[in-house]
């Protein structure tokens, strides 16, 4: 193995990992280092938007930076970050127990906070039941991950990238069949491996838990889960039931909306793990 190939593993062993069974020659690497400077290329010609300023966009990270929900937000991708120095952590789904505990504001303002730090980000729509994101960006939401699935397209084609941060998105387009069998399928696992090649961090904003199935298809090919609950509407049973359904190594912490002492206690007590404590922060969001 030569120590070209060997440089190109350390890099960025998903996308080596082709190279391993086949041509590890100077041509062979050559061709290679070509095709990842051509999907790099294709990244940097995706559709640009720029970050609504707008208060109901919810994007508090980019519009009011000094709120204290915004350097919440700064402290979670902190500990990401440095998690992320310890262990495979690039995959990151947020969800909640039940709908309107605010997950998908949380999943666009983290994936923007990431990219500010100036890593390049992917924040995927991963809820082709009620998908929110496209609306929250201003984008057109009719073509993304479901649509992708049908048509022989390069994904590249699907997204958009914002203006100002190294930051992607991937609508969850128009979903015409059933969504579980669309996020559990081989294509969308070997999407996923493909994508961590080309990105630091993937965001990917799911469906609640309960009832549907999907979050947890999700979670299993993720390499963190971030669960969203909110005082006053997530019934501590159906809390509880959420986090026994989320692999313990892989629940990364807890996002409390709207929590007082009390009530982050009571939650806390339940999700502490032996090892290490996930991590908590509390913010005022809303689906």
Known sequence: ??????????????????????????DGISQFVATLSSEFAALDEALPFAIPESPEARLVSWNDPNSLAAENLRILSARLRQSQQRRSLKKVLVTSAIQGDGKSAISANLAITLAAHGEKTLLIDGDLHQPTLSKSFRVDGERGFSTWHNNPEAVTSLLYRAEGVPLWFLPAGMCHEQPLSLIQSQKTSELLKQLAGWFSWIVIDSPPLLPLGDASIWATMSDAVLLLARQGVTPKKVFLKSVASIDRSKLFGIVMNDANANEERYYRAYYSGKNEEPTRHSAKYSK
């Open 1 to 26: 193995m030569s120590r070209v190939f060997e440089a190109l593993q350390r890099a960025n062993p998903e996308l080596t990992r082709s190279l391993e069974e086949g041509d590890k020659s100077s």
